[in-house]
């Protein structure tokens, strides 16, 4: 038997029809057997869920998002669209309401009114980091959830910290520049080997502990400072205060956010505690340092360099100048010597990229075939373990509300005649999200189900998935 795709009523608040399994599914009767060959204790095979419509479910990828995520996504049995440039504002309301999933990069925008034209849109993945080119509080509202990737790049960055330190302690830049220059300059003096040296860590999280496991490998020292207390890799040492760091390291490295607390970490005061003749690398957030008290230090030679990949203010587009209109400071900090400038491509790698398209597609996968939001940026975060394959008859329940009283007792009530096998919700802001999983429920009782959770008056968006 084929699925049964059910009609989708286009009407506010959203409405989303099922489709069940075929009880003859090739995939499922694979698992069922292995199952019937496994003995008491092994894992039991998660069931494959199916969404709404699942042939019906079209993805628009736009911006060139790698082929690995296109073929991914295309695995899962969606009909992916993909283009290779950006959509403006215009274009997107035209196209969106043929899609339930669109994935973009950092030029599109989906302001109020491209969600407003999308009526079947389930979910948006930015395939890159920052998620402001996406309107999150209205998606949100819509029952829309926003997933990114803010951790593929860690390991780039981490690398590019370790060529840093290497660079400045050689004073390899400097070097290179007069030799281009026609100064052959060969010099020992104050250039060092890192074997030995100690490197202090400000900021302890996924970029800051893979630094700490390189630096160690090279024979550094490592030490850091972070506001929660954290379990060490290898032989590194927590310290607090940020102080006590910066009087023991020879290279202080910052991999913070950017926070009210964290602008301006690095000041006047904090880089004269730094000791004589040490470094300062930034690959986190322009702000978190005061770059003129940054540049006195440079030239007081208290520091013996610095590397920035990050800077207040940066220019939009490649090819643009780095210049005083942009930061009143930037042609000082050209000219100063032992001062590695890079534009922000801490991150940028062909290796990050690909980790981006993988992490981003399955999190779209995730969310439209078993509901899970873990990761969203705008939504609640909400995920239940997996319906095993032998749970043939179970729906999960997928239902986007209001976040106001009394929601959960009207859907109980209408889930009451049947077994919660496990049901997890929260809420974030004015959106809330319920995961069930519902036992015993007939193909004729699904429908049923839908239609009375769509019609509470909190109603966002409620899927069924079985
Ligand atoms: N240069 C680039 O291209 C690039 C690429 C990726 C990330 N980044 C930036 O690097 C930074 C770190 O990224 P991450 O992925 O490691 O983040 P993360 O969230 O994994 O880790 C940040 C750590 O900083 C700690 N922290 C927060 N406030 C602090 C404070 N006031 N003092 C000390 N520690 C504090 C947190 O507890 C956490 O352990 C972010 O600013 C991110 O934007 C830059």
Redesign the pocket.
């Known amino acids: 038997m084929a699925p049964q795709p059910i009609a989708i009523p286009q009407k506010s608040p959203r409405v989303v029809a099922t489709s069940i399994s075929p009880p003859t599914q090739t995939l499922h009767d694979r698992l069922r057997h292995r199952e019937s060959h496994a003995s008491f204790g092994v894992i039991r095979q998660p069931k494959v869920l199916h969404p709404v419509d699942n042939e019906g479910l079209r993805l628009l990828l736009l911006e060139n998002i790698s082929q690995e995520a296109v073929s991914y996504l295309r695995a899962q049995a969606f009909t992916v669209d993909h283009y290779t440039k950006a959509l403006s504002e215009d274009e997107l309301v035209e196209k969106i309401p043929h899609y339930h999933a669109i994935g973009i990069r950092s030029k599109t925008r989906i302001t109020e009114r491209v969600i407003k034209a999308a009526s079947k849109l389930l979910v948006i993945g930015c395939f890159c ?1 920052g998620t402001n080119q996406v309107d999150l509080a209205t998606a949100a509202k819509a029952g829309i959830p926003v997933f990114n990737s ?2 593929s ?2 390991r780039s ?1 981490a690398e590019l910290v370790i060529a840093e330190i290497i660079a400045l302690s050689r004073q390899l830049f400097q070097r290179s520049f007069e030799l281009r220059a026609g100064i052959w300059n060969k010099q020992s003096k104050g250039c060092w080997e890192v074997r030995g040296k100690t490197l202090g860590i ?7 502990s893979q630094l700490s496991v390189l630096a160690e490998a090279l024979g550094m020292r490592v030490i850091f ?4 207390n ?1 379990m060490p890799l290898g032989s590194a040492r927590q310290v607090d205060p940020l102080q006590a760091l910066l009087a023991e390291a020879d290279f202080v490295t910052l ?5 009210p ?2 602008v301006n ?1 690095i000041s006047k005061t904090e880089l004269e505690q730094m000791k004589e003749g040490s470094y300062l690398i930034n ?3 322009g702000r978190v340092v005061d770059i003129p008290a940054l540049i006195e230090a440079l030239q007081s030679k208290h520091l013996a360099g610095a590397a920035l ?2 800077f207040p203010a940066e220019p939009a587009s490649n090819g643009a100048t780095f210049d005083d209109s942009v930061n009143s400071w930037s042609s000082t900090l050209r000219s100063l010597p032992n001062v590695i400038l890079s534009p ?5 790698t062909e290796e990050a990229q690909r980790m981006i398209g993988e992490e981003v597609s399955q999190a779209l996968a995730r969310y439209l075939n078993y509901g899970s939001t873990v990761g969203a940026v705008n939504f609640p975060e909400v995920d239940l373990r997996a319906i095993t394959a032998e749970q043939g008859d179970h729906v999960r329940v997928c239902h986007v509300h209001n976040n106001q009283p009394g929601v959960l007792r009207q859907v109980n009530d209408i889930l009451s005649p049947y077994n919660v096998e496990k049901q997890y919700s929260d809420s974030k802001g004015d959106v809330a999200y319920l995961l069930a999983d519902i036992a015993d429920v007939s193909p004729t009782d699904v429908n049923k189900l839908r239609e009375q959770i769509s019609k509470t008056r909190a109603n966002i968006l409620t899927r069924l998935l079985a």
Do not use: C, K
């Open positions: 980091i803010p951790f790049n860690s960055v400000v900021g302890y999280g996924h970029i800051g400072y972070d506001v929660i954290l991999h913070v956010p950017e926070l607390e964290t970490m690959n986190a957030r990949d990050v922000h491509i801490g991150g940028s």
